[in-house]
């Protein structure tokens, strides 16, 4: 079975600088996505980012940026120039590829703290 | 364009009554799921629909019962509330199983 696995339960980052978030998951099917989450205080699930495990290119939206490391199960999460609205939980989901049923494996949580 | 919404959004009941929670999406996606989170285990599959009447168990399934017969409506059924059925559940569609899954806002159940 696919396991998701974020180390590290709290983070904390002052504003305009840099952080990075770890996810390491476990599979042994060839195609996959992994994505990104951030939940806020509204409770709201938002897609970050998410990356095709075909692509060899890490992902990018504005700010977030990815380090996906196939060969050592490894997605990471890193937030440029932090701003205090970045504050939230932070997960980490898999999914496996076409023929699958869809749903994402997801990862117990990142807490990100933004300090002014 | 109301995209996906849950009710209720907050609900309080007593162990061994049934509550539903409601799901509709407005996109016609054909995939939809509920999961549960609570602290400690980040979001758990319950159930997911490919279609209408098509349904399927997740990873966490005992104890919730769901139903899809229209494609915007998967509505999700505890029987007989119990305690640690006590958590945040959200409802998520995709138009296909590998696009991103849209998700409601929530609902905090809190069963007494």
């Known amino acids: 079975a696919q396991t998701v696995t974020q180390s590290q339960p709290e983070m904390s980052v002052q504003e305009a600088e840099t952080v990075t978030l770890s996810c390491t998951y476990d599979?042994?099917?060839?195609?996959?996505?992994l994505f990104w989450y951030k939940q806020p205080p509204s409770r709201q699930m938002i897609l970050v980012i998410r990356?095709?495990?075909?692509?060899?290119q890490n992902a990018t939206e504005n700010r977030f940026s990815v380090n996906f490391q196939k060969a050592a199960k490894s997605f990471s999460l890193k937030i440029s120039d932090s701003q205090l609205g970045d504050a939230a939980m932070y997960f980490c989901?898999?999914?496996?590829?076409?023929?699958?049923?869809?749903?994402?494996?997801f990862g117990k949580g990142t807490k990100l703290s933004v300090k002014p | 364009d109301a995209g996906i919404t849950q009710s209720p959004r907050y609900k309080i009941t007593e162990t061994g009554r049934q509550v539903t929670l409601m799901c509709h999406q407005t996109?016609?996606?054909?995939?939809m799921f509920w999961y549960r989170q609570d602290l400690g285990h980040g979001l758990r599959l319950i159930y997911y629909?490919?279609?209408?009447?098509?349904?399927d168990k997740g990873e966490v399934p005992d104890g919730y019962v769901v139903s899809r017969s229209k494609t915007e409506n998967f509505p999700l059924t505890l029987e007989s509330a119990t305690r640690s059925q006590t958590s945040v559940y959200f409802c998520?569609?995709?138009?296909?199983?590998?696009?991103?899954?849209?998700f409601g806002p929530g609902t905090r159940l809190t069963v007494l």
């Open positions: 989901a898999y999914r496996r590829g076409e023929g699958s049923q869809g749903n994402l494996i």
């Open positions: 996109w016609s996606h054909s995939y």
């Open positions: 599979t042994s099917e060839s195609d996959y996505y």
């Open positions: 990356q095709e495990a075909y692509k060899q």
């Open positions: 629909s490919a279609a209408a009447d098509i349904t």
């Open positions: 998520a569609s995709s138009r296909v199983p590998y696009n991103e899954q849209f």
